[in-house]
């Protein structure tokens, strides 16, 4: 059974993006052979977000790994100027 706890930090390092983490619980699977995502509906017409989160560390308990992610704040806009 995996089980996870999902927290977000907005702090001084985050301007501009969310940096999400999550504490997984693998219970004896191998972290190598998880993939743990950050998913996000549509907003406003907009593309879903589907984001690879990336292991940062194991919890001392050596059963808990934790995964993070960062993501921007808003939706990035190109301008397409002519002529």
Same mark, same amino acid.
């Given at each position: 059974m =995996? +089980? !996870?706890? &999902? @927290?977000q930090?907005q702090? !001084?390092?985050? @301007?501009g +993006?969310?940096?999400?983490e =999550?504490?997984v619980y &693998?219970s004896?699977l191998?972290?190598? !052979? #998880?993939? $743990?995502?950050l998913?996000?509906? #549509? =907003?406003? !017409?907009?593309?879903? $977000? @589907?984001?690879?989160m +990336? @292991?940062v560390?194991?919890l &001392?308990?050596k059963?808990?790994t934790?995964?993070s =992610?960062q993501v921007?704040?808003?939706p /990035?806009? /190109?301008?397409i100027r002519f002529?």
């Amino acid at each position: 059974m =995996v +089980k !996870s706890a &999902l @927290r977000q930090n907005q702090g !001084s390092e985050g @301007r501009g +993006k969310h940096v999400f983490e =999550v504490q997984v619980y &693998l219970s004896g699977l191998d972290p190598n !052979s #998880a993939r $743990v995502e950050l998913y996000a509906d #549509a =907003v406003n !017409s907009g593309e879903p $977000v @589907r984001q690879e989160m +990336k @292991r940062v560390r194991q919890l &001392l308990d050596k059963n808990g790994t934790i995964y993070s =992610v960062q993501v921007p704040t808003t939706p /990035r806009r /190109r301008t397409i100027r002519f002529g």
